[in-house]
């Protein structure tokens, strides 16, 4: 299986930053590719996303995610409580081994491969391998610091690949 990454979300200030690291990993062993990019902008740019988990259930659950927020007309929330419903109704073949956040100018959201939407507190958020180490910075440093949201969102990065052997240093940032 393929894996390894981690995703960082950080809202401050009507700012949403969403940072991703470059790695996959095939195993316990072997980094495939370094400058991958998981973190990216959607419909017509109004909506940023970043995945993590194994890679064809990512591109499934982003790709499914994308044609619900075409379906409801970038309405995020609508888009993310329809996909959740398609798993409710038993519509979905398999749970999928992926998460995604995904943020638009007022919300932001963790949508899973099972049909769950989290809608995190406190301003952060992050998933994958990393994400534990990446959450906990961003936590500290918005209580601590004046930060701006991006800023928080790639020092977070930085400290995860520090930290978590499958997260490198080579981040992809968008802002919404």
Same mark, same amino acid.
């Given at each position: 299986?393929?894996?390894?990454?981690?995703?960082?979300?950080?809202?401050?200030?009507?700012?949403?930053?969403?940072?991703?690291?470059?790695?996959?990993?095939?195993?316990?062993?072997?980094?495939?590719?370094?400058?991958?990019?998981?973190?990216?902008?959607?419909?017509?740019?109004?909506?940023?996303?970043?995945?993590?988990?194994?890679?064809?259930?990512?591109?499934?659950?982003?790709?499914?995610?994308?044609?619900?927020?075409?379906?409801?007309?970038?309405?995020? @929330? +609508? %888009?993310?409580?329809?996909?959740? *419903?398609?798993?409710?109704?038993? &519509?979905?073949?398999?749970? #999928? /081994?992926?998460?995604?956040?995904?943020?638009?100018?007022?919300?932001?959201?963790?949508?899973?491969?099972?049909?769950?939407?989290?809608?995190?507190?406190?301003?952060?958020?992050?998933?994958?391998?990393?994400?534990?180490?990446?959450?906990?910075?961003?936590?500290?440093?918005?209580?601590?610091?004046?930060?701006?949201?991006?800023?928080?969102? @790639? +020092? %977070?990065?930085?400290?995860?690949? *520090?930290?978590?052997?499958?997260? &490198?240093?080579?981040?992809? #940032? /968008?802002?919404?």
């Amino acid at each position: 299986m393929l894996k390894g990454t981690t995703i960082c979300a950080v809202k401050r200030d009507g700012i949403t930053a969403i940072a991703g690291d470059g790695q996959v990993t095939m195993g316990e062993h072997t980094i495939l590719k370094g400058n991958a990019k998981k973190v990216k902008r959607i419909y017509n740019d109004k909506v940023v996303m970043g995945f993590a988990g194994s890679v064809s259930d990512a591109f499934s659950l982003s790709e499914k995610f994308e044609e619900m927020l075409q379906k409801y007309s970038g309405n995020l @929330l +609508r %888009s993310c409580v329809e996909l959740a *419903e398609e798993w409710r109704k038993g &519509n979905m073949i398999r749970p #999928l /081994e992926a998460l995604l956040i995904v943020a638009d100018k007022d919300n932001m959201f963790i949508v899973s491969g099972n049909g769950n939407v989290i809608e995190p507190e406190g301003g952060a958020c992050a998933i994958g391998s990393g994400g534990n180490y990446a959450l906990s910075a961003a936590r500290a440093l918005l209580a601590n610091t004046d930060l701006k949201a991006d800023e928080i969102a @790639l +020092r %977070s990065m930085k400290i995860a690949s *520090e930290l978590c052997v499958f997260t &490198n240093d080579n981040f992809t #940032l /968008e802002i919404v």
